[in-house]
């Protein structure tokens, strides 16, 4: 895993804002550059801040500060966790439909990862990081419901280019305060940092991107189900980039993730019902 090679070199909140700079800039490069932003209106600069409060600040503190002192293994645990939240989210807060393929579907993708990661022996005992990881992976599927609520009435990728650049201007602070404290400190390697760069364009930005317009277009509870994916990806890109090979409980696991999310992204028989959004501002 990138981030936890990564907070090897740079202290946690660093490493957070660090990437997000990045991100920002690459993103608003890319926003400028296509087309004129859209102007948000009083209630859509509210969801934006609500989604960089969530899936910009406390994802990226609660998450790194959490690896920082848990495992690999239980952070990919946890956060397998987020498409059943978020479905659970999604229902009370934005009345989506719950259907027995997503229920299955998610178990199947839980189970799945599951097997990956006790595979490969990087589960520890549960530590105060794993607490935060577990706060991580709820304020990520509550972050999921605002983009699913801005992006209703704004394009996906302003949503993302918005939010983004919020996200990094309430990170300063928390930044400050690292450094007050003597904690914080960065790489002094340029591949590191190269490898940094690399991480948040592809992983945040273009990532980021896609993922708003995923959750615009097909529903919270239904992306969701996508998060499972990442651990399955490692092991063909270690494979492919690295040679290492790929045990049989690995396929195993992989081949449940893939049949989760497509039995989760199935559409029961019968009329689409429809989506209603409760959430007021």
Request: charged share 10%; glycine share 8%.
């Amino acid at each position: 895993m990138a981030s936890a090679y990564l907070l090897r070199e740079f202290s946690p909140v660093l490493l957070a804002l660090s990437r997000l700079a990045v991100t920002s800039l690459f993103l608003l490069s890319v926003g400028l550059t296509s087309k004129p932003l859209k102007k948000p209106t009083r209630q859509e600069w509210k969801w934006l801040v609500w989604i960089g409060l969530t899936s910009s600040l406390m994802y990226q503190l609660f998450y790194f500060l959490g690896l920082a002192h848990s495992s690999a293994g239980n952070a990919a645990l946890i956060i397998a966790l987020s498409p059943i939240a978020t479905a659970l989210l999604a229902r009370v807060a934005l009345k989506e439909r719950i259907t027995g393929y997503k229920l299955a579907g998610a178990a199947a993708a839980l189970a799945g990862v599951a097997i990956i990661v006790l595979n490969g022996g990087k589960v520890t005992g549960v530590s105060r990081g794993d607490l935060m990881i577990l706060l991580a992976m709820l304020t990520l599927a509550v972050s999921v419901l605002f983009i699913r609520r801005a992006t209703s009435t704004m394009p996906s990728a302003d949503v993302t280019i918005y939010s983004t650049l919020i996200g990094t201007i309430l990170l300063m602070p928390a930044a400050g305060v690292e450094w007050a404290q003597g904690h914080l400190h960065a790489s002094g390697s340029a591949a590191t940092w190269a490898m940094l760069i690399v991480v948040a364009l592809i992983a945040q930005g273009l990532a980021g991107l896609w993922w708003n317009q995923g959750i615009s277009r097909v529903g919270a509870s239904t992306s969701a189900m996508f998060m499972n994916i990442p651990p399955f990806v490692a092991i063909l890109v270690a494979y492919i980039a690295l040679g290492d090979p790929i045990r049989l409980a690995q396929m195993a696991g992989g081949v449940l993730i893939v049949i989760g999310v497509a039995v989760s992204s199935k559409k029961p028989a019968g009329k689409a019902v429809p989506v209603h959004t409760v959430i007021r501002g």
